[in-house]
């Protein structure tokens, strides 16, 4: 990802998890079987052109497999 | 540039996004100035949600008008 995390993300949630995740078969067959899920939290974040944002983050996840697909949903402020 | 000229670009980097963005395939945009502000593109993915990507995950292209039409018209369709 073309950002960098600066602080631990807080307030995680699961927004989905299984086959309610719409693009669960892609995720698999990128990433590999496995517990699926979808989570959201907030963060800094430094971007590339070094400005820091304070943002909502989702991600997919997976035991043995780790987070996945880090993205900015929205800025927060 | 006429507003209607900026809704479509195209994935030429999917790097930490493979399952998120394919290579090659055609995006669309959705309008937000603060994100352009930081050089990020609001970008409706595989996951059907729009997020804020890098912009050098793209290429924004511009399009005629009839084949915007015709993207925005297959978009919609898709369920």
């Known amino acids: 990802m073309r950002f960098e995390i600066l602080d631990q993300v807080e307030g995680i949630e699961v927004i989905a998890a299984g086959t309610s995740i719409r693009d669960l078969a892609y995720l698999e067959k990128t990433y590999g079987a496995g517990r699926w899920r979808k989570l959201k939290g907030r963060a ?9 944002r ?3 983050l989702h991600w ?5 497999i780790g987070r996945k697909d880090i993205k900015i949903k929205r800025y927060l402020e | 540039m006429s507003e ?4 479509f670009a195209i994935c030429v980097d999917n790097s930490d996004y493979e399952a998120s ?24 993915d595989e996951s059907g949600e729009d997020y804020l990507y890098h912009k050098s995950h793209f290429i924004v292209v511009e399009f005629p008008a009839e084949v915007e039409h015709a993207l925005r018209s297959a978009q919609s369709a898709t369920p």
């Open chain 1, 60 to 64: 997919y996840e997976a035991h043995g």
């Open chain 1, 44 to 52: 800094h974040v430094r971007l590339p052109n070094g400005n820091i």
């Open chain 2, 4 to 7: 209607h000229k900026r809704h």
């Open chain 1, 54 to 56: 304070w943002v909502e």
């Open chain 2, 21 to 44: 963005l394919i290579l090659r395939k055609i995006y669309e945009i959705i309008p937000d100035e603060r994100g352009a502000g930081d050089d990020l593109l609001r970008i409706v």
